[in-house]
C-alpha cells in the first residue's frame, strides 16, 4: 500500500496540486485581533481551543492554549501571574516591553519566540501555550506541557527476569530522557525531525556521534526526508522507507524495541535510533539476523547459562520452522527414517484419521493460528475461555473423536511453544512453517531440502546500509562468535567494542 | 516483469500440488519386517512378515508388536511381490525389514539367481541379517511362541542371542553379498532351525551354513561353529564343556581371545600358523575340584579341547567341502598378490593341503568360586 | 545483478568445496567403467598434484595482472563462449546426474520433473540475488555438511574390515589410471576459478592450496570408510557411499542416507546455482544491457531444457558426459586458455618495455 502512495507520488503530481504542495509562510501579524482571528479560524468548530485575553497595564495580550494538553496550574503559577503582576516600564515601547515580559518576568524554562503561524501552530499543537500582545509580530511559544500520559512501565512484549523495568512510552520527551539517563555523555545527539504531512509527527533521530558511521547516518536522514506519508502514527510505518529499496524479505531489517536499555546497547555499537512522539518504542537500525536471538536477560545472567538458552534459542527456532515440514515429508515420503515402534505407531494414528498427513498438519496450525489470534484479540475477563475451548475442541475431542492424530497434535503444540521462544521472529516463522509443510507434503525430503537453501540465500542475500543481514555468521568473524551463538563473559564482550558499520563490506 | 514472475509462481504452485496426488500414506503401505525365499517346482514362494498397522494403535503395547503374514507364488522374486501386493493392498516398503531368511534347498541350488533383487533395490540396508533355515524360510516365519507368531524382531535378537552365545554369526546381507562374489572367501549365514522341546516350539540359531560361491555346501554343527569363533578371534562369551578323566567335567567360558594368524609359503605348500591367546573362567565344575590348584590342569585341558575345535571346523569346511571360510587365501593375497597372479595358483585348492599349526595359550583368569 | 561483491578466501573455500562434495558423493567407478573404488585412493593424490599444475596459470596471471579481464576485446568474446557453453555443459551434467540419483536410487512418489522445476527455480533465484548470497550462503552449509559427514564417518569407523582392503593397483595400473581422468574430468572448480579469482580478495596462494588439500583428503577418507565398510558389496552398487551410509548407524540415530540425501541435494543445489551464477557472470561481459539483464533466466532454461533432454537417451548422455570429453574441456578452460592470455599479456608488457 505504501509503495503504492510512493509511486503515485513519484511518478506524477495531479494536476492542481501543485499549489497546495507550494506553501506559503505567513508572517505573524502585529495586529492582536488579527493573529486572533487566524487561530480561530483554523480551529473552527473546534471546543478544545482556549484563548484568554487580559490587558498588561494598558496594553491588549492574549493567551492561547488547547484544552488539555497544558498544565493549567503551571500556567497560572509561572506565566499568567508573573505577566499580570509584573512592573512594566510604562513608557518603553511595546517591543522592549515584550522583551522584558519575556527575559524578565516569566519563569518558564522553556520558550521560544514564533515568527510565521506554522512555527505558531505547531507549538500549540505541541502543547506549548502561545502569548500575543497587541503591536508585537512575534508570538511567544512557552512550554508549560501537561496532558495525560501513560507512566513509565514494564514493556509488555519484550519481559525479562533481571534487568530494567522501565520501557518506552508514548511522550517523545520521556523517552529522551530515559535514554539520556542511560548514557551520560554528550556525544549522544538527538536531532529532531518532523514526518507526516498531515499529522507533522516529531520524530527524534538518535545515535553516539564518536561511534556512529556518517555515511549511514547521512543514507538514513535521506531516506527519512524521502517519507511521504500524510499519517504517521507508530513507528512500525517509517519501516518499509528505512528498508532497501524493492527487497521483499521476512526478516525485518530494523528493528522496533520497547526497552531502553536494549536499545541504548545497540547505539552503542554504532547503530542509529529513531523515536517516534506516540509511539512506546524505537526503531534501531541497522539490524542483524544474530540480534534476533539477543535479549537483554542474555547480559544480566551467568555466561554459562546465557550460552545454554540462545543455543536453545536457536534450536527453538528451527524447530518452530521446520518441524511441521519435516514431519510431513518423512510420514509421508520417508518413513524408513523412523524407528520400527515409531513407523508403527504413526501408521496407526494416520490410519485411524480420515485426513491425509498433510492436510491434518494444516488443519491443526490453522486452528492454532485463529486461537492465538483470538486469544490476543479478547478481552481479559474472556481469554481463559480460549484456553478451555483450545484444551477441549482440539486436545481432547479432536483426537479422541479421531479427526486429528495424536502424533500430529503433538508435532503442532511442540512447534508453537517453540515459536514463542523468539516472539519477534514469530511473524517470518508462522509463514515459513505453513509453506515448508506444504512442500514437505509435496516434494518430500527433497523439497524442504531445496526450500531450506533458498531461504538461506534469500536471508544471506539481504543487506542493511552496506552491513550484511548475517554478518558474525557469514560473513565470518571469528571474534564474533562470543555473542552470537554463545554469550562470553564480560571480560571478553568489554575487550574490543564492536561498530557494526566494520563489518566486512561487500562479502 | 515482478508481475509477469508473480503470475508464472502462482502457476506453477498449481502445477506443484500435483506432486501429492499420487502419494500414498504410511498406512495404506506394506511395511516389510521379514522375508523368506523358498523353492519348489522352480518357483520362488515368499513369505513376508509385515506390521499389522491396524493394531498397533493405542497403548497396547502388546497389540503394538502384531505381525500379518503374506505368502505368494512366483517365477521370480519381483513376480511373487507383485502377488503379495495385490493380496495385501499396500506398496511394500522394504526399508525396515531387518531379516532375510533362506530356505535349504534354495540356498543349495544357489543365491546367485534372486539375490539381485535385494542388491538393486536401494530400500534394502545392507545391514538386514541374513539366515539360512532348516528345510523352509516359510516355516521359521511363521512359527508359533504361546501362540504368536513370532516376530522379526525376535527372530534378530534370537539370531543376536546365538551370536553372543557365539554358536553362530550376525552376518549382514553386505557382508554375505561382498563374500559370495568374492572368489577366495566363502560366505557365512547364521542357521536356524526350528525345534520342539516339551510340545513347545523353540527356536535355535547355533550352527553356521557356509557357501561355496552361491551354493550353500554344508552347515557347521555347535562344536565346528565353536571352533571357527576361536580361530576368528570372535569367542567372546563361549561356553564349552570338558571332560578329563580326573576332574570329569568342566564347563568353561571364554572371556577374552585374541587371534593370530599368519599364511606362508614352505618349499611351495602353504602354511598357516594360528596363535590363540584366550582368557577364560570356569563357571561350572564338579564338586571337589580345586580349580586354583588345578589351574594349569585345566588350562591345559581346554587348550588341547580348542585346537580340536579348530581343527574340526577347518576340515569341515577347507578340507572336505573345498570352502575357505576364515580368510586364509584373503591374507596370503595381501602380501604374495604378484606371486599368486604370475603364478596362476588355486589358493583354496593348495589350503586343502596345506599344514595348520595351531597353538593355543589359556589362562584361567578366574575360578568364580573355589 | 548488482555490483560485484568480493569474496573472501574462506567463502571460495565453502563454495568450491561444495561443488567438490557433489563429485565426491557420487563417485560412481561403474560410470568411470573402472571396477572398484580402491584403487581411487591413489587416483585422488595423483589429482591433487595435477589440480596443483591447472590451477598455476590462473593464479599467476591474476597475480601480476590483478585488474585483467580474460574477457575483452576479440579473443575475450571466444573466450566467452568457451567458459559459457563450458559452464552450461557441467551445470547440465550436475542436474542430470542429480536427477538420475533421484530416479534410480530413491524412486520418490512425486513426480521428478516437479522437483526438477523447483530446483531449476531455485537456482534462478539464487544466481539473480548474485555471488555474495551463495557465497555467504555456502559458509552456512558447509558448516552443516562437515558436521553431518563428521558424524557418518565416526559410525562407520567400527564397520570396518581390513580384509576388506586389497593391495593397490592389484588389478593394474589401469584402474588407477582411469580414476586420474574420472577424477579430473569431474574436477569442475578449476575452470571456476580461472573466471572468479578476480573476485576474491586475501591470501589466494593458502586459500587455493587449502582448498586443494582438504578435498582431496576428504575423498581419501570417503574412499577409505566407503571400501572397509562395505569391500566387494559395492561391486554391485551404482552410487558406492550412498550405499554405506544406509549402514552407519549411532545408537538410535539409524538410516544415516537421509543425511546423506539432504546433504548431496544441498550440494548439488549450491553447485547449480553457482555455475548459473557463473555463466552469467561471464555474460556480463556482454556489453548489450538486455542479454546482461536476462543471462541468469537464459542459463538456467538452457541447462533445464538441456539437462531433461539430454539422458532421454543413454548413447548421448554417455557420449556428451563422456570423461574424456569433459577432461579436455577442463584442461582447455583451466589450463590452457589462461595460459595463452598470460603468454599474451607477457609478451605485450614485453614489447612496450622494449620501445
Redesign the interface.
Known amino acids: 500500500m505504501f509503495y503504492l502512495i510512493k509511486n503515485i507520488l513519484e511518478r506524477k503530481i495531479l494536476p492542481g496540486t501543485e499549489k497546495k504542495l507550494i506553501k506559503k509562510i505567513m508572517p505573524v501579524s502585529g495586529s492582536l485581533e488579527e493573529n486572533l482571528t487566524y487561530f480561530e479560524s483554523s480551529f473552527e468548530n473546534c471546543i478544545d481551543l482556549r484563548v484568554r485575553k487580559f490587558k498588561i497595564k494598558s496594553n491588549n495580550a492574549a493567551i492561547i492554549t488547547l484544552d488539555g494538553m497544558v498544565d493549567k496550574e503551571t500556567l497560572a503559577i509561572s506565566v499568567l501571574n508573573p505577566i499580570l503582576k509584573s512592573n512594566l516600564p510604562e513608557n518603553e515601547q511595546i517591543l522592549k516591553q515584550y522583551e522584558y515580559m519575556k527575559d524578565e518576568v516569566l519563569s518558564t524554562s522553556e520558550q521560544m519566540e514564533c515568527f510565521n503561524y506554522e512555527d505558531a501552530m505547531s507549538s500549540l499543537m505541541a502543547g506549548c501555550t502561545l502569548f500575543l500582545i497587541e503591536g508585537v509580530p512575534r508570538i511567544l511559544s512557552i512550554e508549560v506541557q501537561g496532558f495525560e500520559s501513560r507512566p513509565i512501565s514494564e514493556p509488555v512484549t519484550e519481559v525479562t527476569q533481571k534487568g530494567s523495568r522501565e520501557g518506552f512510552v508514548e511522550k517523545i520527551k520521556v523517552n529522551i530522557t530515559l535514554i539520556r539517563r542511560r548514557i551520560k555523555n554528550p556525544n549522544l545527539k538527538f536531532e529532531r525531525m518532523v514526518i507526516g504531512s498531515v499529522s507533522k509527527t516529531p520524530i527524534c533521530l538518535f545515535y553516539l556521534d564518536d561511534m556512529v558511521s556518517p555515511k549511514i547516518l547521512d543514507d538514513v536522514k535521506k531516506r527519512l526526508k524521502e517519507v511521504n506519508l500524510k499519517y504517521v502514527l507508530s513507528a512500525e510505518y517509517l519501516i518499509p522507507y528505512l528498508e532497501e529499496k524493492n527487497s521483499f524479505s521476512l526478516f525485518n531489517a530494523v528493528w522496533v524495541s520497547e526497552r531502553p536499555d536494549s536499545v541504548c546497547g545497540k547505539i552503542s555499537e554504532g547503530r542509529i535510533g529513531i523515536l517516534v512522539d506516540g509511539a512506546p518504542n524505537a526503531v534501531i537500525l541497522p539490524y542483524l539476523f544474530a540480534e534476533y536471538f539477543q535479549t537483554m536477560d542474555d547480559y544480566n545472567q551467568r555466561p554459562y547459562f546465557a550460552s545454554l538458552i540462545r543455543i536453545l534459542k536457536y534450536m527453538s527456532f528451527f524447530i518452530s520452522m521446520l518441524l511441521p515440514g519435516i514431519y510431513v515429508a518423512l510420514g509421508t515420503f520417508n518413513p524408513e527414517v523412523f524407528p520400527t515402534e515409531v513407523i508403527n505407531k504413526l501408521a496407526a494414528s494416520i490410519g485411524d484419521t480420515p485426513f491425509p498427513l498433510l492436510f491434518e498438519t494444516l488443519i491443526i496450525l490453522f486452528i492454532y493460528e485463529i486461537m492465538r489470534e483470538a486469544g490476543l484479540r479478547l478481552p481479559r475477563a474472556l481469554g481463559h475461555a480460549v484456553s478451555i475451548v483450545g484444551a477441549l475442541v482440539i486436545g481432547e475431542t479432536a483426537v479422541t473423536s479421531g479427526l486429528i492424530g495424536a502424533p500430529t497434535l503433538m508435532v503442532v503444540a511442540l512447534t508453537a511453544i517453540s515459536s514463542y521462544v523468539i516472539p519477534n521472529l514469530y511473524e517470518p516463522v508462522a509463514l515459513l512453517r505453513l509453506v515448508f509443510a506444504v512442500v514437505g507434503g509435496v516434494m518430500g525430503v527433497l523439497g524442504i531440502t531445496l526450500l531450506f537453501t533458498m531461504t538461506l540465500i534469500g536471508v544471506c542475500a539481504k543487506n542493511n546500509y552496506g552491513v550484511p543481514f548475517t554478518t558474525s555468521i557469514s560473513p565470518f568473524k571469528f571474534g564474533e562468535m562470543r555473542d552470537v551463538f554463545i554469550r562470553a563473559g564480560w571480560k571478553v564482550l568489554s575487550r574490543n567494542y564492536k561498530k557494526v558499520q566494520n563489518t566486512t563490506k561487500n562479502k | 516483469m515482478k508481475k509477469v514472475s508473480i503470475i508464472i509462481i502462482s502457476f506453477l504452485l498449481l502445477v506443484f500440488i500435483s506432486g501429492c496426488m499420487q502419494v500414498a500414506q504410511v498406512n495404506e503401505k506394506l511395511i516389510i519386517q521379514a522375508m523368506g525365499v523358498d523353492l519348489s517346482d522352480e518357483e520362488y514362494i515368499i513369505t513376508v512378515q509385515a506390521l499389522d498397522v491396524e493394531s498397533a494403535g493405542g497403548k497396547d503395547l502388546v497389540a503394538a508388536k502384531k505381525v500379518k503374514i503374506f505368502k505368494a507364488r512366483g517365477y521370480s522374486i519381483q513376480d511373487a511381490m507383485v502377488n503379495i501386493k495385490s493380496q495385501s493392498g499396500g506398496k511394500p516398503i522394504y526399508s525396515q525389514a531387518i531379516l532375510l531368511i533362506m530356505g535349504e534347498e534354495i540356498a543349495k541350488s544357489g543365491v546367485g539367481v534372486f539375490i539381485d533383487f535385494f542388491i538393486r533395490n536401494y530400500d534394502f540396508s545392507p545391514g538386514v541379517n541374513v539366515l539360512v533355515a532348516r528345510g523352509k524360510a516359510c516355516d521359521i516365519l511363521t512359527t508359533k511362541i504361546d501362540e504368536k507368531i513370532i516376530t522379526a524382531e525376535k527372530l534378530a535378537s534370537i539370531s543376536k542371542e546365538g551370536m553372543d552365545a557365539n554358536n553362530s554369526v550376525n552376518s549382514n546381507m553386505g557382508q554375505f553379498i561382498g563374500d559370495v562374489k568374492c572368489e577366495n572367501r566363502g560366505a557365512i549365514a547364521g542357521y536356524i532351525m526350528s525345534e520342539e522341546l516339551d510340545e513347545k516350539n523353540a527356536l535355535v540359531v547355533d550352527k553356521i551354513a557356509f557357501f561355496n560361491g552361491d551354493k550353500l555346501v554344508g552347515v557347521l554343527d555347535p562344536e565346528e561353529s565353536k571352533g571357527y569363533l576361536f580361530i576368528k578371534g570372535k569367542s567372546f562369551g563361549i561356553s564349552d564343556l570338558v571332560y578329563s578323566p580326573d576332574f570329569l567335567d568342566i564347563t568353561y567360558t571364554a572371556s577374552n581371545s585374541k587371534s593370530k594368524i599368519k599364511v606362508y609359503l614352505q618349499e611351495d605348500k602353504l602354511s598357516v600358523s594360528i596363535d590363540m591367546n584366550v582368557s577364560l573362567y570356569v563357571s561350572e565344575s564338579n564338586v571337589g575340584v580345586n580349580c586354583e590348584s588345578d589351574s594349569s590342569n585345566i588350562e591345559s585341558l581346554v587348550s588341547d579341547r580348542i585346537k580340536d575345535l579348530a581343527k574340526k571346523a577347518i576340515k569341515k569346511s577347507i578340507i572336505d567341502n573345498k570352502t575357505d571360510i576364515f580368510g586364509f587365501s584373503c591374507r596370503f593375497l595381501k602380501f604374495n598378490f604378484q606371486y599368486v597372479k604370475e603364478n596362476d595358483l588355486d589358493l583354496v585348492e593348495m589350503l586343502q593341503d596345506a599344514e595348520y599349526n595351531i597353538k593355543v595359550k589359556t589362562k584361567l583368569v578366574s575360578a568364580k568360586s573355589y | 545483478m548488482g ?1 560485484e ?4 578466501p ?2 571460495i573455500f565453502s563454495m568450491f568445496f561444495l561443488i567438490h562434495i557433489f563429485t565426491a558423493l557420487t563417485y560412481s567407478p561403474k560410470l568411470s567403467f573402472s571396477k572398484g573404488l580402491w584403487d581411487l585412493m591413489l587416483s585422488a593424490i595423483i589429482s591433487l598434484l595435477l589440480s596443483f599444475v591447472l590451477e598455476t596459470p590462473s593464479y599467476v596471471l591474476y597475480k601480476k595482472y590483478q585488474s585483467c579481464n580474460m574477457f575483452s576485446g576479440k579473443l575475450g568474446v571466444v573466450y566467452m563462449i568457451i567458459y559459457a557453453i563450458y559452464f552450461i555443459w557441467v551445470a547440465c551434467y550436475v542436474f542430470s546426474l542429480m536427477r538420475v540419483f ?1 530416479i ?8 521428478v520433473i ?2 526438477s ?3 531449476f ?2 537456482a534462478m ?2 544466481a539473480h ?2 555471488v ?6 555456502s ?3 558447509v558448516f552443516f555438511v562437515f558436521l553431518s559427514l563428521i558424524f557418518i564417518a565416526l559410525s562407520l569407523l567400527p564397520k570396518i ?1 581390513t ?5 593397490f593397483m ?1 588389478s593394474g595400473a589401469e584402474e588407477t589410471i582411469n580414476g586420474v581422468i574420472y577424477m579430473m574430468s569431474r574436477n569442475f572448480s578449476l575452470p571456476a576459478i580461472a573466471v572468479i579469482l578476480p573476485l576474491i580478495e586475501g591470501n589466494k596462494k593458502a586459500t587455493l592450496t587449502i582448498w586443494n588439500v582438504v578435498t582431496h583428503f576428504f575423498s581419501l577418507i570417503i574412499i577409505f570408510l566407503t571400501v572397509g ?5 559395492l ?3 551404482i552410487f558406492q557411499i ?2 554405506v551410509t ?2 552407519a ?1 549411532v545408537g ?1 540415530f ?2 544415516l542416507d ?1 543425511v546423506y ?2 546433504t548431496l ?2 550440494g548439488s ?2 553447485t547449480f ?1 553457482e555455475f548459473c551464477y557463473f555463466f552469467s557472470f561471464v555474460c556480463s561481459n556482454i556489453k548489450k544491457q538486455t542479454v546482461k539483464e536476462i543471462s541468469v533466466l537464459l542459463g538456467a532454461i538452457a541447462i533445464f531444457v538441456f539437462g531433461l533432454c539430454i539422458p532421454q537417451s543413454k548413447e548421448f548422455y554417455y557420449f556428451i558426459f563422456n570423461r574424456y570429453i569433459l577432461l579436455i574441456y577442463n584442461i582447455i578452460a583451466a589450463f590452457i586458455l589462461p595460459l595463452i592470455f598470460l603468454v599474451k599479456k607477457l609478451i605485450i608488457e614485453n614489447r612496450s618495455k622494449r620501445k
Open positions: 555490483k561483491y568480493k569474496i573472501s574462506y567463502q533421484i534410480s536410487v530413491m524412486s520418490p512418489e512425486t513426480p516437479l522437483l522445476i523447483f530446483a527455480m531455485g533465484y539464487s540475488k548474485g555474495h548470497a551463495i557465497a555467504r550462503t559458509v552456512m552449509i574390515k580384509e576388506n582392503y586389497l593391495p592389484s565398510s562395505l569391500g566387494k558389496y561391486e554391485t552398487q550412498y550405499s544406509r549402514i548407524e538410535v539409524r538410516r537421509a540425501v539432504a541435494a544441498m543445489f549450491i546455482s
